[in-house]
Each structure stands twice: as structure tokens, then as C-alpha cells.
């Protein structure tokens, strides 16, 4: 096998802007694009190999062709066919609602699916960007719907003006949003179901509000998630990896290199990720096999993968977030 790029998958969006078209360098002319989905083996968008002799299959057509050598022998064992993760670019120009996700076990209950533990790496920020993480003070279930209800809801959520580089990992049942002018590269487990809980009282193109799901949020929201800053603190460091999120749904760290890197992936049973969020890079795999990466694109390596040599472009910096489960 060889590195993947897939097709991204563009949604145009209520409040999304402008930012992912000229950050991925497409020749494109959407408006609104709140997202692109980078890999996804979400039912009825599924991504599309972009490269090599597979050019043409989808996520789940390689996985079901290529099973432990793609995705890991353990990650087949587990996930069979349904490949793990989803991979996103974020753009809000406008709010987005402020919701929450079900764990596996609700997830599985209700919808026959994986639950949605997620994080966020924030690419780019404008003045006075913020997402909201968690609550601010411990709510009861029965305050939550009363706040939700007389509009109040917002005063107890915890809301942090964000920069380029800030991490959150957002596990299943963490109430959050994401606020206008934050560029998010986001990993989650794949799944789209979402629970809305409040929408700024917007209206969609047929002037329709938006469903809320103030009741269906009730039994996955962690009421006692509470905290000062829900921001994930990590060391900045150049040239080799910094781990930013270890969790049982997926590992990410960053690389922020000037210099060549060598991956071992030898011990590692499992795909790799890579989301450029910066610069431009070469990648050779162990089989001589060689792709660019630059800014807006993402490569997934498969699990027979042994090794890696990343080469930023002459002059300049990269910053990649690798992912893997």
C-alpha cells in the first residue's frame, strides 16, 4: 500500500465562511463552507482515494479490500469494516449552536453507532474568537432544562478567547460550541450525531429554526464536568513530537519542524494521520513511496507502513498533527 489523499468533502453551512477554500487552495467558488471533511467514513459521505492506483475507491471500500493492512490488526478486530475516525477543517463565521455528543454506550442505544469523543487544534483565530468547553459552575439537570428554556443557559458555560495552536479535547457528554472567527482542525470518532441544545434562535434558508434536542442532551451531558480553563496544556517544542491528547478513541501530537524527522512505526498496529496545518512537506514511506503535504491537506498512511521521512520545503516551517488509534 501507499499514503492516501482523499477527495475533501465540502459542507456549506448556515454560519460558515470563507477560510477553508483559500486555505486548502481549491479551485472552487462556494460561499458559506463551514466545513471540509478530510476523512470521512460517515454513511452517505464517504471520502474518495485522490491518488495512486486506488483513485476512485471510498474509505470503506479500502478498508474492506485492504482490512488489517490498512487500518491495524487490533483496529480491525475492533472496528471491523467502520473506519474509527473522522477528520475535519472548521470554519465559523458565525456561532455554531452550542451542543453536546453521546458516549458509546447512549450512541449505540439510540443510533446503532459510535459514540463521539472529539478534539480541537485551533489553526487560526480572529480577534476575540472563543469556544465554549464545559460549564463554568455544577448545574442540575433540572436547571439546565429551566435555563435552557429562559435563555440563561450561556451563563453557565465556560467560554475562552482562543489563539492559534490552543488544544481542547472534548470527550462525549462535554457541553460546547464553537464561536465565530476560530479555524479549527478537528479529530473525532466517526460519527455526525449531535445534539443541539441551542442555535442563537437562528433560522435556516426557509426561515425554519433549527431542531434542538434540549431533552435527547439531558442523559449524555456530564453535569459535573466543571472546570477553571478546559484548555489542554502542552510544551511547545520544535523538531520532534509533542504528544497533545492520549485518549482510548485516539493519540495526537504535533510536529512543529524546521529540519527532517524519521517516524518508526514498526511497534505501531495501527493507520497513521497526518493534518497539515502549516507550511509544506515531503513524505517517504519505507517503500520509497513519496507525496507532498502542504497546508489544508491531509494524508492517512496504512498500518503496514514501517517507517516515515518528513522533509519540510526548503526555507520554510510545518506544523502537522499526527493521529492514529
Known amino acids: 500500500m501507499y499514503p492516501l489523499k482523499f477527495e475533501p468533502i465540502l459542507k456549506q453551512t448556515l454560519w460558515g465562511g470563507d477560510k477553508i477554500i483559500a486555505f486548502k487552495q481549491l479551485n472552487e467558488t462556494l460561499s458559506g463552507v463551514g466545513e471540509s471533511w478530510e476523512i470521512s467514513a460517515v454513511e452517505n459521505n464517504e471520502s474518495v482515494v485522490a491518488n495512486g492506483p486506488d483513485k476512485g475507491l471510498t474509505l470503506p471500500e479500502m478498508v474492506g479490500k485492504y482490512r488489517q493492512e490498512l487500518v491495524g490488526e487490533v483496529n480491525y478486530s475492533r472496528f471491523g469494516t467502520k473506519f474509527p475516525l473522522l477528520i475535519k477543517f472548521i470554519d465559523a463565521r458565525l456561532d455554531l449552536s452550542i451542543q453536546v455528543h453521546p458516549g458509546d454506550e447512549l450512541a449505540r442505544k439510540r443510533h446503532n453507532s459510535f459514540g463521539k469523543n472529539e478534539m480541537w487544534y485551533v489553526v487560526s483565530a480572529d480577534k476575540g474568537a472563543k469556544l465554549i468547553s464545559g460549564f463554568s459552575e455544577q448545574i442540575t439537570p433540572k436547571e439546565y432544562k429551566e435555563r435552557v428554556y429562559n435563555g440563561t443557559f450561556a451563563e453557565v458555560l465556560q467560554t475562552c478567547d482562543v489563539k492559534p495552536g490552543d488544544v481542547f479535547y472534548v470527550p462525549a457528554g462535554r457541553v460546547h460550541g464553537i464561536g465565530a472567527g476560530a479555524f479549527v482542525a478537528e479529530i473525532q470518532q466517526t460519527s455526525d450525531i449531535t445534539y443541539r441544545i441551542f442555535d442563537y434562535n437562528r433560522k435556516d434558508k426557509e426561515g425554519k429554526s433549527r431542531e434542538l ?12 464536568d466543571v472546570q477553571d480553563d478546559f484548555r489542554t496544556e502542552y510544551d511547545h517544542l520544535e523538531n520532534e513530537p509533542v504528544e497533545l491528547v492520549a485518549s482510548p478513541y485516539f493519540t495526537t501530537s504535533l510536529y512543529d519542524m524546521t529540519e527532517e524527522i524519521t517516524c518508526d512505526y514498526s511497534e505501531l498496529d495501527s493507520f497513521v494521520i497526518f493534518i497539515c496545518v502549516e507550511g509544506a512537506c515531503r513524505l517517504t514511506d519505507d517503500s ?26 526548503e526555507g520554510s516551517s510545518v506544523k502537522l498533527l499526527e493521529t492514529y488509534v
Not at 520509497?288 to 520545503?313: D, K, M, W, Y
Open 288 to 313: 520509497q513511496n513519496e507525496i507532498t503535504l502542504r497546508a489544508g491537506e491531509t494524508v492517512l498512511l496504512p498500518a503496514s507502513t514501517q517507517e516515515v521521512t518528513i522533509v519540510p520545503e
Open 213 to 224: 434536542h434540549t431533552t435527547q442532551a439531558t442523559e449524555a451531558i456530564n453535569f459535573t
